[in-house]
T-cell receptor
């Protein structure tokens, strides 16, 4: 099982739609969770951290389910500019080292 | 505010040639620094990370090396490039000892080895 798994998509949705992505992780000791956004041929940019109680930032809502070891991202009222790849990221402890484990990303295309 | 620079933006190199990619961070002290590679259609692979000057940890065996000669400078090198070294190289930084470990990326260098 991969450490972080995402549905690669692509998700094709019309403008104004609501779309949700899920991501599962294998390390139950993980403490930090993030969603990053990556536009084509650009660097990843932090979209939002994911907190245990869930958090919302405008049209974006992130949820964490520790029992089932998955995180989700909900995008409401999709805009054309939301078209991108969304990367799920989880921290991992290996001995004294901590590093981020990156999912392969979910591709979203918002169509007019 | 903090900024991170990488250069060059794109690079085309022949197989067997050397490589040097540079990353610098401004606006912060003693950052954690990272080199990632993203191959076409693949996820981000951590290559090296550094928690201080001269301190480098390697994540995967390969023909690449990294150095941190100054606090906010991180260099990725190779003596002889392979075709498989082609990819998108990203430098990132994070605040040391920050529990969230959020990483922020530079614009990347797109390397094509022919």
């Amino acid at each position: 099982r991969k450490e972080v798994e995402q549905d690669p998509g692509p998700f094709n949705v019309p403008e104004g739609a609501t779309v949700a992505f899920n991501c599962t992780y294998s390390n139950s000791a993980s403490q930090s969770f993030f969603w990053y956004r990556q536009d084509c041929r650009k660097e990843p940019k932090l979209l939002m951290s994911v907190y245990s109680s869930g958090n919302e930032d405008g049209r974006f809502t992130a949820q964490l389910n520790r029992a089932s070891q998955y995180i989700s991202l909900l995008i409401r009222d999709s805009k054309l500019s939301d078209s991108a790849t969304y990367l799920c990221v989880v921290n991992s402890r290996a001995g004294n080292n901590r590093k981020l484990i990156w999912g392969l990303g979910t591709s979203l295309a918002v169509n007019p | 505010s903090q900024t991170i620079h990488q250069w060059p933006a794109t690079l085309v190199q022949p197989v067997g040639s050397p490589l040097s990619l540079e990353c610098t961070v401004e606006g912060t002290s003693n950052p954690n620094l990272y080199w990632y590679r993203q191959a076409a259609g693949r996820g981000l692979q951590l290559l090296f990370y550094s928690v201080g000057i001269g301190q480098i940890s390697s994540e995967v065996p390969q023909n690449l090396s990294a150095s941190r000669p100054q606090d906010r400078q991180f260099i990725l090198s190779s003596k002889k490039l392979l075709l498989s070294d082609s990819g998108f190289y990203l430098c990132a930084w994070s605040v040391p000892r920050n529990r969230k470990e959020t990483q922020y990326f530079g614009p990347g260098t797109r390397l094509l080895v022919l």
